[in-house]
């Protein structure tokens, strides 16, 4: 399963449809499992780490948050993926 990480900001002036939004809303959608999610301190935002093998139920969660948040997901692997990629490119 692969991971992703999802940072969102809050539009300006979307704060409390944003909030409304997130109390109401379900959980996670079918083929995607929740790692973990953390807001901000200062309620503008905050991420989510993500598993799943499809990337489209993904794009599908942020269109459907794009008018109050400002969504950018990437891949992203553990460190002994990294750590062996590392090794792979830079100790030749």
Do not use: I, Q, S
């Not at 459907?64 to 992203?76: G, I, P, Q, R, S």
Request: aromatic share 8%; hydrophobic share 45%; charged share 20%.
């Amino acid at each position: 399963m692969m991971k992703f990480m999802e940072t969102g900001t809050v539009v300006p002036g979307t704060l409390r449809p944003a909030v409304d939004r997130f109390l109401t809303t379900e959980g996670t959608p079918a083929g995607v499992t929740l790692v973990g999610r953390r807001h901000r301190a200062d309620c503008n935002g905050g991420f989510a780490l993500y598993g799943t093998n499809n990337a489209a139920v993904l794009f599908e969660g942020a269109a459907k948050w794009a008018d109050v948040l400002e969504l950018n997901t990437v891949a992203v692997v553990e460190d002994a993926d990294a750590g062996a990629g590392f090794t792979k490119v830079f100790k030749k």
